[in-house]
C-alpha cells in the first residue's frame, strides 16, 4: 500500500507564490510516475503536473507551464510543485496522485491518490 500525503497549500493574493511537497511512504514501481492534479467543485479533475520519477521528466498541463515547477528529491520520496504568479483561476484542491507511466495521466489511470490540500488565490 502506497500513501501520498500533501502538504503546503493556503491562501495567497494573486500573483504569489505556494509550493506543495508530496511524500509518498514507499519508491514502487506503481509510483513511478508522481504529480498533481486539481479540482474545482462541479468541475472534473484536471492534471495539473507530473514527473518521472526514474529519469526526472517532468510534464505540464499548458494553463500552468511557465509558473509550475514539478521537482523531486528522490532520498525523501518527495515530490514538489513549487507555483509562482498564481492567479485566482489556480484556485482548487490539488490532489497528489501516482502511477507506474507517466504517459498515462488521466484519472482512470491513476494507482494512488492523496486526500488533498486546499489552494485559494484571492485578487
Known amino acids: 500500500q502506497v500513501q501520498l500525503v500533501e502538504s503546503g497549500g493556503g491562501s495567497v493574493q494573486a500573483g504569489g507564490s505556494l509550493r506543495l ?3 509518498t511512504s514507499q519508491w514502487h514501481y506503481t509510483n513511478d510516475c ?3 492534479f486539481r479540482q474545482v467543485p462541479g468541475k472534473e479533475r484536471e492534471g495539473v503536473a507530473r514527473i ?3 529519469s526526472g521528466s517532468p510534464y505540464y498541463a499548458d494553463s500552468v507551464k511557465d509558473r ?3 521537482s523531486q528529491d528522490y532520498a525523501k520520496n518527495t515530490v514538489y510543485l513549487q507555483m509562482i504568479s498564481l492567479k485566482p483561476e489556480d484556485t482548487a484542491t490539488y490532489y497528489c496522485a501516482a502511477t507506474r507511466d507517466c504517459g498515462r495521466w488521466n484519472i482512470e489511470d491513476i494507482r494512488w491518490w492523496g486526500l488533498g490540500t486546499q489552494v485559494t488565490v484571492s485578487s
Do not use: H, L
Open 68 to 70: 509550475f515547477t514539478i
Open 21 to 23: 511537497s508530496c511524500a
Open 52 to 54: 518521472n520519477r526514474s
Open 34 to 36: 508522481m504529480g498533481w
